[in-house]
C-alpha cells in the first residue's frame, strides 16, 4: 500500500519537473534564479511536504551557480558522512571580498592583533556585521531548514531597498542544517509514514547517531563532528556579531518565544550582551505583532544559566546568542490546539497559554496550526535580526570589539586570578590532552611552560557557608591559597587576558546555582543542567594562578595550535583523519552488549560515543534480542544505559507505532537477563536504570530518593563528590575523592549483611562541587556505586551517570576496569 502511494508520488513528480524544465526552456534566462518550488515541487512549508538533504544542498548548489550574492562552502561531513554546508549571502560585492572581511572580524575579534596599518577606526568603518543563522538543529523541529531556501532565495532575488540595505550591511552565514544526518532520519521517517495513523509522530530513534536532542549539548566539549566543524566556522574564522539558533517547543503554549531569558543570567555574560539580547528580541516580538501574529512570548522558561549551546556559546565569544522557539505543528502535518490545552500549559514566566501578560500580551486564541504559521514567524524574526544588524552596523562591530578589547586587559587587583594551569605528571594524559585540545578548538589560547614558573596557586572549591539548614545552605568559591611554587616545564597555562575571558571562567570555575523555589516550596527547575566545570568533570587538576613571579619577559611559553601537540608532548598516538586515536583501555578482550531499546534513549547513545571514542568494542543489543535470550552465547557483560524500569520492559505503545517499534524486552527479556547473571555474567546499569535491577533481581538495596519531592531533595545536572574504595578493582588506580555527575539521579542504601560490595559513596561533607544541591543531608554517606553477586554473576550499579554527554572523564575509569574484571573472569 504504502509502496503503490510512493509510486504514485514518484510519478507525479517526474511529470512535474518534466514539465517545469519545459516551462524554463522557453523562458530562456540564464540568470533565473530558481526558486525553491521550481526545483523542489513544492513550496517550503506546504502542508505534508519535506526536503531531505540531498534536495536541500541540492538547491543551495543551485542557487550559488545562480545568484552573485550567495557562495556555499563545505565544511566537511557530519557522522554519517553527509556533507556540512553554509550559504553565504551578501551583496554582490562582499561575496566578492570575503577573505577581506573574514580578516577584519578576526581582527576585531582579538584586538591584540590590531596593526598601526589596521587601525581601529578604519576595521569598524568598513566592517559588516556577520550573522550566522542555523536552522534545525534538533532535526524533528523540522520546519526552520525547510525555511532555510525560501530565506536564501529572498534574500537573492529581491530588489527593494531594505533588503539591499540589508545586503550591504550585513553578511549571512546561513546553516540551513548543523545536523544533516538528523534531516534525512526524520524525512525518510515523515515519507515512510505519510497516510499511515502514524503521520506527524517523530521517529523513534536518535535523529543524531549518538547524541539525539543533546547534539545541543556539546557547544564546549566538541564531541561531535558536527560541533567541530561550526565551531571552526563560527569562532576560528568568522566571529558572527549575532547568532541566531532556530527551534520549535510543544505545541500547546506560546506560539513563538523569543528572548529576553528568564532568570537566572548566568553572571560570566556580560550585561551588555544580555541587554542587545533583550533587544533584538523586542524587535523581532514587534515586527511579528505587527505582522498580526499574536501568542509571543518572552521572558519565560528559557535562561542563560547553562553553558554549552548553539545559543549560549556565543556569549562566551563576545557575541550575541538570539533563540527562537515556535509551536511545533505533527512535523509537517498541521495540528489543532483547544482552548483547554492553551489553559493547561504553564511554564517558568507563564502562568497559562489563553491569560493576556505584559511579556504575553497577544494570546493566540487556540485553532489550526501549521507548518506555514512557524514558517512565516521564523521568516519574520530572521529578517528582523538581518535588519536590526543592518541599521546598527557600527554599534554591533563597536560593542564586539570592545568586550573582546576589555577582556584582553591584564588583571589590576592583587589577589585577581590571572590563569588557570595544568600541571604535568597528572597521569590522565588522555584526559588531559582531551580537555586541552576541546579549549584551542574553540579558540582558547593555551600555552606550554618550555622552562618552569614560580606561582602562588588558589584551588578553587565550593564551601558550604551556613550549615545551620541543610535545604537552603548556601555556597561560595573559596579557594586556599599556596607558598610560591615551581611548577614544572610541560605544564599548560591558559591566561585570563585574552578575547575569551569568560568562557575560560565559567569553564573552569564552578557554578553556584541560585537556591530557587516556586511559591508552593518546590525547586524551579532549571532550563538544561546546573553545573558543568570542564576539569572537574574530566578528573583533571586545574589550579587558580593568583600570582607568577617570573616577569612576562623572563617566561618560555609556546601557544599549542592543536591537540596533537599536546598529544605529541605526552607521548599519546596522534590523532589522524576522523579516527580516534585513544587506546583501548579494557585490559583483555570481553564480550559487551549495550542495550539499546526501541525508542531513541540520548544516555545510550552517548554510552555508544564514548565506547567508539576509546575504541572499546560492543553489539547494541535490541529488544527482540532480550526476548529471544541465549545472552550468554554472545556476551561477557551487557550494560544498561540510563532509562526506566517501565520503558525498558514495556518500549513504545502498542497503536502509537508500527508493530516493529513497539514492545519493550518484556518479562521474556527479564527472564533471559537472569539467566545470563545466574549464568556468570557481568550486568552493569547507569542511573535509572538500577531500579529495573534492583526490582527484577530483588536485590538488597532501595534507592533513598525515590519518591523525595523536590522541596526536600533537589540536584538537576551537578557535579557531587565520591569517596572510592580503590581497593575494589573496579576503582583500581583511582584517587580517593573523585568528582561524579548527578542529574536526578540515585542513592542507595543497602540492606544489613547484605552481600553487597560497596565502591563508592557520596561524600559525607561538603558534596556538591559543582552546580545545585538542595538538600545535601539526603547524599551524604549513601551508596554511589556498588557491586552485588548474584549466581555466578554479577551486577554492577552506578547510582550518577558515569558517561554524562561524553563529558565525565573522571568517572569512565569505573567502566573500563568493570569490564577489565569481567575480562580476567571470562579467562579463568
Ligand atoms: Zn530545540
Known amino acids: 500500500m504504502i509502496r503503490y502511494r510512493q509510486l504514485i508520488i514518484c510519478l507525479a513528480l517526474v511529470l512535474f519537473l518534466a514539465g517545469t524544465s519545459v516551462a524554463q526552456r522557453s523562458a530562456s534566462q540564464p540568470a533565473v534564479i530558481p526558486s525553491p518550488k521550481s526545483v523542489l515541487g513544492f513550496t517550503p512549508g506546504d502542508d505534508r511536504t519535506i526536503a531531505d538533504w540531498s534536495q536541500i544542498t541540492d538547491y543551495f548548489e543551485r542557487l550559488d551557480r545562480a545568484s552573485d550574492r550567495v557562495t556555499v562552502q563545505t565544511l566537511g561531513q557530519s557522522t554519517l558522512k553527509r556533507p556540512m554546508i553554509v550559504a553565504f549571502i551578501s551583496a554582490r560585492e562582499n561575496i566578492l571580498a570575503l ?217 562566551f565569544h563576545n557575541s550575541i546568542g538570539i533563540l527562537s522557539e515556535a509551536a511545533s505543528a505533527r512535523l509537517m502535518t498541521p495540528s489543532t490546539v483547544t482552548t483547554e490545552q492553551l489553559v493547561r500549559s504553564s511554564t517558568r514566566g507563564m502562568r497559562n497559554a489563553t491569560e493576556a501578560t505584559t511579556n504575553f500580551p497577544d494570546p493566540w486564541p487556540a485553532g489550526q496550526w501549521r507548518p506555514r504559521d512557524i514558517m512565516s514567524m521564523e521568516m519574520i524574526a530572521a529578517r528582523s535580526i538581518l535588519s536590526l544588524a543592518s541599521k546598527f552596523r557600527g554599534e554591533y562591530l ?224 535490541r529488544d527482540v534480542d532480550m526476548r529471544q535470550g541465549g545472552l550468554s552465547s554472545k556476551f561477557d557483560v551487557v550494560i544498561f544505559p540510563s532509562q526506566s524500569s517501565a520503558q525498558i520492559l514495556n518500549g513504545n505503545a502498542a497503536g502509537n507505532f508500527p508493530a516493529e517499534y513497539t514492545g519493550g524486552i518484556t518479562e521474556a527479556g527479564i527472564k533471559n537477563l537472569k539467566e545470563f547473571v545466574n549464568g556468570g555474567g557481568m550486568l552493569i546499569c547507569f542511573d535509572n536504570a538500577c531500579d529495573m535491577a534492583i526490582k527484577e533481581f530483588n536485590l538488597p538495596l532501595r534507592n533513598t530518593l525515590e519518591g523525595v519531592r523536590s522541596s526536600e531533595f533537589y540536584c538537576p545536572g551537578s557535579i557531587v563528590a565520591l569517596e572510592v574504595d580503590n581497593k575494589h578493582p573496579i576503582a583500581a588506580s583511582l584517587p580517593a575523592t573523585l568528582p561524579a555527575y548527578f542529574i536526578n539521579s540515585s542513592a542507595f542504601t543497602a540492606a544489613p549483611d547484605a552481600n553487597v560490595r560497596v565502591i563508592a559513596r557520596y561524600a559525607k561533607e561538603n558534596v556538591l562541587l559543582s552546580g545545585w544541591l538542595l538538600g545535601e543531608d539526603k547524599l551524604r554517606g549513601q551508596i554511589a556505586l556498588a557491586e552485588v553477586g548474584v549466581g555466578r554473576g554479577r551486577i554492577v550499579l552506578f547510582g550518577f551517570r558515569p558517561q554524562h554527554r561524553g563529558q565525565t572523564w573522571a568517572t569512565l575509569p569505573f567502566i573500563w576496569n568493570a569490564l577489565s574484571t569481567a575480562a580476567s573472569n571470562t579467562s579463568e
Not at 526524520?186 to 509522530?201: D, F, H, M
Not at 531569558?261 to 511579528?288: M, T
Open 99 to 315: 577573505p577581506k572581511y573574514k580578516e577584519i572580524q578576526q581582527l576585531l575579534a582579538d584586538p591584540r592583533k590590531m596593526t598601526q596599518t589596521t587601525p581601529r577606526d578604519r576595521l569598524l568603518a568598513n566592517g559588516k556585521v556577520v550573522v550566522a543563522i542555523s536552522c534545525s538543529i534538533h532535526s524533528t523541529e523540522v520546519v526552520a531548514s525547510q525555511m532555510s531556501m525560501q530565506l536564501a532565495y529572498e534574500l537573492a532575488t529581491a530588489q527593494d531597498s531594505d533588503t539591499r540595505e540589508i545586503l550591504q550591511n550585513t553578511i549571512l552565514l546561513l546553516i540551513p542544517s548543523p545536523n544533516p544526518d538528523g534531516v534525512d532520519i526524520v524525512a525518510n521517517w515523515y515519507r515512510k509514514t505519510l497516510g499511515t495513523p502514524y503521520e506527524g509522530r517523530e521517529p523513534p530513534e536518535l535523529y543524531h547517531h549518538y547524541a539525539g536532542h543533546d547534539d545541543n549539548r556539546d557547544w564546549f566539549m566538541l564531541n561531535l563532528k558536527e560541533t567541530q566543524l561550526i565551531t571552526r566556522l563560527l569562532w576560528h574564522d568568522w566571529f558572527p556579531q549575532i547568532v541566531y539558533d532556530v527551534h520549535q517547543q510543544g505545541s500547546n503554549g506560546s506560539r513563538f518565544f523569543i528572548p529576553p531569558f528568564y532568570d537566572p543570567p548566568n553572571p560570566n555574560i556580560s550585561p551588555l550582551l544580555l541587554r542587545q539580547v533583550g533587544l533584538i528580541g523586542h524587535k523581532v516580538a514587534a515586527d511579528l505583532q505587527a505582522a498580526g501574529f499574536k501568542g509571543v512570548l518572552t521572558n519565560a522558561l528559557y535562561d542563560t544559566w547553562w553553558h554549552g549551546g548553539f545559543r549560549t556559546a556565543p556569549y
Open 398 to 621: 563597536r560593542n564586539f570589539y570592545e568586550l573582546g578589547r576589555k577582556n584582553s586587559e591584564p588583571a589590576k587587583n592583587k589577589g585577581e586570578t590571572l590563569a588557570y594551569l595544568i600541571p604535568a605528571g597528572q597521569a590522565r594524559d588522555e584526559a588531559v590532552a582531551k580537555m586541552i585540545g576541546s579549549l584551542i578548538d574553540q579558540g582558547v589560547e593555551v600555552f606550554r611552560l618550555d622552562r618552569e614558573l614560580h606561582v602562588v596557586l588558589s584551588q578553587q572549591a565550593l564551601q558550604r557557608t551556613n550549615s545551620a539548614s541543610d535545604k537552603l545552605g548556601t555556597y561560595k568559591i573559596s579557594g586556599s591559597l599556596t607558598a610560591m611554587q615551581e611548577v614544572p616545564t610541560g605544564s599548560y597555562i591558559i591566561f585570563l587576558n585574552q578575547p575569551q575571558r569568560y568562557n575560560v571562567v565559567t569553564l573552569f570555575e564552578p557554578q553556584i546555582y541560585p537556591n530557587r523555589l516556586t511559591a508552593q516550596g518546590e525547586a524551579e527547575r532549571p532550563y538544561d543542567v546546573a553545573g558543568w566545570t570542564l576539569p572537574l568533570q574530566m578528573g583533571v587538576e586545574a589550579p587558580a594562578v593568583v600570582a607568577i613571579k617570573e616577569a612576562a619577559s623572563e617566561r618560555k611559553l609556546t601557544l599549542l595550535k592543536d591537540a596533537n601537540e599536546v598529544r605529541a608532548d605526552l607521548a599519546l598516538t596522534l590523532k589522524k583523519g576522523d579516527e580516534s586515536p585513544i587506546k583501548n583501555p579494557v585490559k583483555q578482550p570481553v564480550r559487551v552488549g549495550i542495550y539499546k531499546g526501541s525508542m531513541g534513549n540520548m544516555d545510550e547513545g552517548w554510552t555508544r560515543f564514548v565506547f567508539d571514542m576509546f575504541n572499546v568494542p560492543y553489539s547494541s543489543i
